[in-house]
């Protein structure tokens, strides 16, 4: 199968879009399929085998943290080129919007993917909250043209469902098991998250740093209890605003870890702290999980359907400090936090990346039939 991936984001970037699309990206390449995908240049122009086309890039003046690639007719010479026989639109907005476009005019099968809620994201700008009609008005008229649409959990479903999204199905979740796990425990990166003091229990953010995120959340809980360090890795626009906010603090900001050094700290960890209410799924909260790590959340739809609470972590409503200060409170049980990391472990196991690259590909076979009949249909 020739399969061409036109997204708004991928490698050196590090987020839950790029870790999805590289696993599946290596899983076709397993196959033997050919891979093309379309990207924000960024100055990578191969993976696995396959070839990475960059998109002149642009920084939007409110966002200079990420660049991002415009609508570019470049995408029809590249897709025509490649004659694909599927064309996957990743979170179709910017450059994905041609795919989009282009993929219709070429008469290619289109799929398209939801995995940012960026109209909930505006409910957090109120400079651009106003705007939310006419973007969920734009995301409709994208992902009504695909012939069928994948997001990353029931609850986000539901949601597009209501805004009269059409032919919708859920793509599960994965993790990468062995590079996540408790078997990368080290103590000296437990020394040096915790600068070294064995009192304190380590608790870990790891995320873009944005306002959306909201980690200012988690402040109040270091306020209640000084006995817990925080470690807040990532990186992104509202880092020197949490800087200030967390000043005086047990926190440290670490910046992006990668590999194995990002590997050791999640498991070097107590728990993982989730207070977030914005995502469509949040791949993060799986990650610690297959760590070893209990993770204690906001009360969302998608927490609520990744973890089991007072088993694989601990639920707390939004909003309210102390529901999440009693939340946290309950690990300091060690015989409770001990027993949640192991059924965390457990949980995560049932995850990999293969299963969910492969649904991924049975879908992208659904696609190519509905298109086929649909021609059928047109004759």
């Known amino acids: 199968m020739k399969i061409a991936i036109v997204t708004e984001t991928f490698l050196p970037s590090t987020d839950g879009v790029v870790t999805r699309l590289t696993q599946a990206v290596k899983y076709f390449r397993s196959l033997d399929h050919e891979v093309l995908v379309i990207a924000p240049d960024l100055g990578v122009s191969e993976f696995e085998g396959a070839k990475v086309e960059g998109i002149k890039t642009i920084t939007f003046p409110f966002y200079r943290y990420r660049k991002f690639s415009l609508p ?6 590249l897709l025509d080129a490649f004659q694909p026989d599927i064309v996957h639109a990743a979170n179709p907005a910017l ?3 041609s795919a989009v476009r282009y993929a219709n005019k070429l008469n290619f099968p289109l799929l398209a993917s939801y995995h940012t ?20 008005s734009y995301i409709r008229r994208l992902h009504n043209t695909a012939e069928l649409n994948l997001c990353t959990s029931e609850t986000i479903r539901e949601e597009l469902l209501e805004q009269n999204i059409h032919h919708l199905h859920v793509l599960q979740r994965g993790v990468d098991t062995q590079k996540r796990h408790p078997k990368y425990y080290d103590s000296e990166m437990r020394d040096r998250l915790t600068n070294g003091d064995k009192s304190k229990k380590l608790l870990i953010f790891v995320g873009r740093l944005a306002i959306e995120k909201e980690i200012h959340k988690i402040k109040p809980l270091l306020d209640a209890r000084d006995d817990i360090m ?3 890795i990532g990186d992104g626009p509202a880092r020197n605003d949490l800087i200030h906010k967390f000043k005086g603090t047990n926190t440290i900001f670490t910046g992006f870890l990668h590999g194995e050094e990002l590997s050791k700290a999640f498991a070097s960890a107590d728990a993982f702290i989730f207070p977030s209410v914005s995502e469509t799924l949040g791949l993060v909260i799986l990650e610690a999980m297959a760590s070893g790590l209990p993770v204690v959340a906001a009360k969302s739809g998608p927490t609520i359907e990744q973890i089991s609470d007072g088993e694989t972590g ?5 909003e309210n400090v102390d529901s999440m200060i009693n939340a946290m409170n309950k690990l300091d049980d060690k015989n409770v936090l001990k027993q949640m990391r192991k059924n965390a472990r457990k949980e995560a196991e049932k995850f990999s990346w293969e299963k969910a690259s492969q649904q991924l590909l049975d879908f992208y076979t659904k696609t190519i039939e509905y298109h086929e009949d649909k021609n059928q249909a047109a004759k």
């Open 314 to 318: 601990l639920l707390f409503e939004n």
């Open 117 to 136: 809620h960026i109209p909930k994201y505006l409910d957090y700008y109120k400079i651009y909250k106003p705007a939310k009609p006419i973007l969920w």
């Open 230 to 232: 925080l470690v807040i």
């Open 72 to 77: 570019s007719k470049k995408i029809k010479r």
């Open 95 to 97: 450059i994905a919007a």
